[in-house]
């Protein structure tokens, strides 16, 4: 059999019909952390709202469904979009930069670079880049941090409404602790953040939900935390996102900084700041009694391979947390992690790991559905199921030269091998959310290249 791929242009614009598109090629569906479903001559069907109507063997479905529009992808795979669970927008232009641990990393790249947040069309110019970026990469859900500054927060919002990209996101809290252009005093932290909750949280039937986000806890006074549970807690549905144990410094000082609380975990729990809904990035230095305590409470992590070999902040407890039931899934942290895609965040994720090796399919899951489920929204997103939300990527694995031209003829289990550990964003052809295309090859040689704007 010879290896192809369509001979015409894939064609991802709009239907030409109303009601059902089916999207026909090589369908993964992960399923579990050990399973997947697998359909080589498979389809993904689409209703014109963007709802998953069927997921399978085109053969069978076509008996059941009346297709409206056919889009034939040949051998290319689809997949779920990639969900990163925690990213920093306006440390996009910092990528690349370390030599450092986390605290001076901070002070001598990111803190410049958030304040240039302070100028409109600075922050504009960078929200359109990042969420075009998160396209082009396969993300279609991102949890988000942005800076203190309420009006690129917004921007931001807005950005990602027009682009059309999945995104949790919110105003970073720094009350202490930090350059003086950068603080904010406690109430204007709490009221901002409040506003631009009010504003976006549920934008787009949920398309766009607000994390109120301290940055960690030793820009936040006690009773900053207090208040930052309190908005919480009077938004239904918001999330709290923040950064807990990375580095051994932090964690130090923070037990010095706040030394009557059993643990970093606990500055957090003892101020009302953890349960459904509770995002945290990192989690490395934890004690048994944090990790019982996460997953009792449901909270969640973002796992950040990547940025913690960056950073040399240490090795994420992967056994240990999934053993103990504790929801995580994938962030790349960027800047501290130097890549934006999910590929490098996968490959990252196994070769961390000193002892233990990460399947390719637990990786994929890991980047798809752990994601959606440890936000909890894997009733709408995270994989293909009936009722659900389309969010979806195709994906060529022969774009990259020196992935063989046979790979596609491969056992799936191989395919998907060589995807997490010779992938990369080149392999992207195009990525949908809720059905609608938000980034393509097509559009991409239109635009010829979507080049940094600074
Ligand atoms: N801890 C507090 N702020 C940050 C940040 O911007 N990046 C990372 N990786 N860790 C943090
Ligand atoms: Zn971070």
């Known amino acids: 059999m010879q290896y192809s791929t369509p001979a015409h242009p894939l064609h991802l614009g709009k239907p030409e019909n109303p009601g059902y598109t089916a999207y026909k090629g090589h369908v993964i569906n992960p399923i579990s952390a050990q399973a997947y479903e697998d359909f080589v001559n498979g389809a993904l069907v689409v209703d014109e709202h963007g709802t998953i109507v069927a997921v399978g063997n085109y053969e069978d479905i076509q008996k059941e469904h009346k297709i409206d529009n056919v889009r034939e992808l040949g051998t290319r795979l689809i997949t779920p979009g990639f969900m990163d669970l925690h990213i920093h927008l306006p440390q996009f232009p910092q990528l690349g930069k370390s030599g450092q641990h986390l605290l001076p990393w901070l002070e001598k790249y990111i803190y410049p670079a958030e304040s240039r947040f302070s100028d409109p069309v600075h922050s504009k110019a960078i929200a359109d880049w990042f969420f075009k970026e998160l396209a082009r990469n396969g993300t279609t859900t991102a949890v988000v941090m942005t800076t203190v500054h309420q009006e690129a927060t917004d921007m931001a919002f807005a950005s990602a409404a027009e682009i059309g990209n999945r995104v949790i996101m919110g105003k970073v809290m720094m009350t202490c602790n930090a350059p003086a252009q950068l603080l904010e005093s406690e109430r204007d932290a709490i009221n901002h953040?409040?506003?631009l909750c009010q504003k976006w949280h549920g934008y787009d039937n949920d398309r766009l939900l607000y994390a109120f986000t301290p940055?960690?806890?030793?820009?936040?006074s006690e009773s900053h935390l207090k208040e930052t549970a309190k908005a919480w807690k009077q938004h239904p549905?918001?999330?709290f996102h923040t950064h807990l144990s990375e580095s051994e410094e932090e964690v130090k000082l923070v037990a010095q900084?706040?030394?009557?609380?059993?643990?970093?975990l606990d500055v957090y729990a003892d101020n009302g700041l953890i349960g459904v809904n509770s995002i945290f990035a990192h989690a490395i230095h934890?004690?048994?009694a944090d990790v019982v305590k996460l997953s009792k409470t449901q909270s969640a992590l973002a796992h950040c391979p990547s940025s913690n070999f960056f950073l040399k902040s240490g090795v994420f407890a992967y056994d240990r947390l999934e053993k103990a039931g504790v929801k995580f899934g994938l962030g790349s942290d960027v800047a501290a992690g130097p890549q934006m895609s999910l590929f490098q965040v996968m490959k990252d994720a196994n070769y961390i790991q000193p002892q233990t090796w990460l399947s390719p399919a637990e990786l994929f899951y890991r980047a798809t559905l752990a994601g959606a489920i440890a936000l909890n929204l894997e009733h709408r997103i995270g994989n293909f199921k009936k009722g659900k939300e389309a969010d979806f990527i195709i994906i060529d694995?022969?774009?990259?030269?020196?992935?063989a031209r046979n790979m596609m003829l491969q056992p799936t289990d191989e395919i998907l091998s060589s995807l997490v550990f010779s992938g990369d964003e080149r392999l992207i052809e195009a990525t949908f959310v809720r059905g609608h295309c938000i980034y393509s090859v097509e559009q991409k040689a239109i635009e010829a290249t979507i080049s940094s704007p600074h």
């Open 397 to 403: 694995p022969t774009k990259k030269s020196g992935i």
């Open 215 to 220: 940055r960690f806890a030793l820009t936040s």
């Open 257 to 264: 900084t706040f030394s009557d609380h059993r643990s970093y």
């Open 286 to 288: 934890l004690d048994n």
């Open 193 to 195: 953040s409040s506003a």
């Open 237 to 239: 549905g918001s999330y």
